[in-house]
């Protein structure tokens, strides 16, 4: 049986505590913490910041964006400090792929944004700076969500090509397809005129 590669090994390990970290439902412990309800059960059904913001509280909602776009960044933060950029990588988009499909609740999870944009700022806070900014003009242009989330995912590659940050190009495509497709529905909301606006109910 040949040897185990170490550096695989360890890419593995940061990959299954980057999903551990990811798959922590913030929005739905901060839900049942401030007596807000069961999220999957309120409007959009989803996990995530937005869908806190619906039940009218914004505290909760504010708590829930920081911690998880948190989780992204300490995924990246620890795997970089302890094992370099590759796995730092790997953690990164193990993280969002826990966030949206915990295996808590049954691979039913957010759709990633908060943790995109945390990650982002981890792995090059000039390009998570660019990122969160297209994402605030664009919600406070068109005050939709999804549009700015959609619209800053698109971008990514390419900003993180014009800032110089090329060895994250990969990872951003693959993070903007993985959120075009937890957007789906919302892309066809939009496509109809019919995707509610941030904070609608």
């Known amino acids: ?57 914004r505290a909760a909602a504010a708590a829930t964006l920081v911690l998880d776009a948190g989780k992204g960044a300490v995924a990246v933060l620890l795997a970089r400090a302890l094992a370099g950029e590759a796995a730092a990588q790997l953690a990164g988009l193990a993280a ?57 995912a698109a971008l990514s590659s390419i900003l993180a090509i014009f800032l110089g940050h090329g060895e994250v190009f990969v990872l951003t495509i693959a993070l903007t397809l993985l959120i075009f497709w937890k957007h789906r529905d919302n892309i066809t909301r939009l496509r109809n005129g019919t995707e509610p606006q941030i904070g609608a109910k």
């Open 1 to 57: 049986m040949p040897p185990i590669d170490s550096s695989a090994a360890m890419l593995v390990l940061w990959a299954v505590l980057g999903y551990g970290l990811g798959s922590v439902p913030f929005g739905m412990v901060l839900a049942r913490l401030m007596g807000l309800g069961d999220l999957r059960k309120q409007g959009s059904g989803n996990i995530g910041a937005t869908n806190v913001l619906r039940t009218g509280n």
């Open 96 to 152: 969002i792929l826990g966030h949206c499909y915990p295996v808590w609740l049954g691979f039913r999870g957010g759709k990633g944004v908060a943790t995109f944009l945390g990650l982002l700022l981890a792995l090059s806070w000039p390009l998570g700076l660019a990122a969160c900014a297209t994402w605030a003009a664009v919600a406070a242009a068109a005050r939709i969500s999804s549009l700015a989330a959609l619209t800053a």
